[in-house]
C-alpha cells in the first residue's frame, strides 16, 4: 500500500517510508567504497593515498547538487502541503536544469584548477599523477554526480522512494561490476577505478532525468520551470535554505584536506591510506543517517506546510529514537569489525593493517554523538530555517573538526587525528540539543 505524504507516520510507516532513502544513502555511498578497496587491493597503497587526496576536491564540486536539492525539496514540500502542485512542479523541474547547467559549468572549472590543487594538498611524484588522473576522468562525469545527488530529497517528496532505490541500487551495482571488470580484470589500474565511477555516475543521474521527464501522473514530472523574477527568488531561496547541506558537504571535503596535511606530517602515506580506510568505513555508515534525514524531511516540509504541529511532533519524536538506536548499532559494529574492515582495504601490508584498525576502533564513539548534529541540521532546513542549520554544520565541520584536528595531536598524537570527528561531534552537540529545544517551545507557544 503506498504511503503519502499527508498520512499518519507510526513507527512502521515511518521507517518504510524512509528505508528507500537510507539504502539510497548507502549504495551512493558504494562508489567511493568500492573503488577505495578494488584501488587498495589491487593497485597499491600509493594509489589508494592518491584517491584519498582527490576525494575533498570532487566532494567540494558535488556539493553544490545537494544543496540545490535538499534545499528545493523543503520549498516544494511546503508548496505541495499548501496544495499548490503545478507550481511545485515548475520549482522542481527549474532545481533540475539549474543543477545540470552548473555541473557542466563546475566540471570545466575542475579540470583547470586539478593539478595545482592536488600539488596544494600534498601530493607529490607518483601520487600527484595518479591523483590527477583519477580526477580528470571522475570530472567527466561531475553533472551526472550532482544531479544523482539533488534527486534524492526529490524521490520521497514525489512519494516515489523505491524509484530512488532501484536507480542507486543499479548504479551503485553497476559501479561494484565495473570495478571488478576493469581493476581487478584488465589490470587498469585507477584509470579503471575512474571509470568504473564516472559510469555509474552516469547511470545515477541520467536514469531519473529520463524518469521524471516522461512522467505524466504523481507528485512531481520534469515539464516548464519557474520562470521571471520567480526564477531566481526560488533559486536564490533554495540555495539558502540549503546552504546547511552544502556547508556539510564542503566541510567534509575541506577537513579531510587538513586531515591529510597533518596526516603526512605525522606518519606519511601510511598515515594518509589509513585515514583512506577510516574515510571510507565513516562515509558508508553516516550514510545511514543522511538516508534517513533525506527520507523523513519531505514528510516534515509537508507537514510544516499543511500546519499539522501534533503530526510533525510525532515524527520528530520518533526520528529522535529511530536515529538514536541506529547510533548504537553502529558503533558497536564500527568497534567489533574494526579488524576485518581494515584488513578489507590493508591486508597485504601488517604495518598499514594495524594502523587502519586503530582508526577505525577509535571513529566507534562518533556514531553514538554525530546522529543527532545530522539529524538536527536537516530538520532545521526542512522547515526553511536554513541559518540553524548552517550553524550546526558549520560548527560540527569547519570550526570544531578543525580545531579537534589541530590542537588534539598535540596531546594524544596519532590517535588524535583518529578521534578528532568524535570530539568535534560532542562539542557541537550541546548547540544542536539547544536549538532544537528551542524549536520545539516557539511551536508550542
Known sequence: MAIHLSDRFTYGRLLRFTLPAVAMSLFTSVYSVADGWFVSNYAGKEALAAVTLVFPLLGVLGAAGFMLGAGGCAHVGRLLGEGRRREARQAFS????????????????????????????????????????????????????????CFQPFFACAERPRLGLAVTVGAGLANIALDALLVAGLGW???????????????????????????????????????????????AGACANGCSEFLINIAFPLL???????????????????FGAQLYISYFFT???????????????FNAGAGTLAELDSVFRKSLVLN????????????????????????????????????IALLSPTFLIGWINIWGSAFFTAIGRGLASGLIASLRTLVFGSLAVLCLPKVLGLDGVWLGGSCAELACLGVTCLLLVRARRERAA
Open 324 to 359: 538514536a538506536l541506529a547510533g548504537l548499532v553502529l558503533a558497536g559494529l564500527c568497534l567489533a569489525l574494526a579488524g576485518p574492515l581494515a584488513a578489507c582495504y590493508a591486508g597485504y601490508d601488517q604495518a598499514l593493517c594495524a594502523l587502519a584498525r586503530r582508526a
Open 287 to 301: 550514510a545511514v543517517f543522511l538516508g534517513y534525514a533525506l527520507g523523513s524531511a519531505p514528510i516534515i516540509s
Open 94 to 149: 527549474l532545481c533540475i536544469y539549474a543543477t545540470l547547467a552548473l555541473g557542466t559549468l563546475l566540471a570545466l572549472v575542475g579540470q583547470l584548477v586539478l593539478e595545482p590543487l592536488m600539488a596544494c594538498f600534498g601530493a607529490s611524484g607518483g601520487t600527484l599523477a595518479q591523483s590527477v588522473l583519477y580526477g580528470r576522468i571522475s570530472l567527466l562525469s561531475l553533472p551526472c554526480f550532482m544531479l544523482q545527488f
Open 189 to 235: 589500474g585507477l584509470a579503471g577505478a575512474a571509470m568504473a565511477t564516472a559510469a555509474s555516475e552516469a547511470l545515477g543521474g541520467l536514469a531519473p532525468l529520463a524518469c521524471f521527464a516522461r512522467a505524466r501522473q504523481g507528485q512531481l514530472a520534469l515539464g516548464r520551470p519557474l520562470r521571471g523574477h520567480r526564477t531566481w527568488r526560488f533559486l
Open 256 to 274: 579531510t584536506c587538513l586531515y591529510n596535511w597533518r596526516l603526512m606530517h605525522l606518519a606519511g602515506e601510511d598515515g594518509v591510506a589509513a
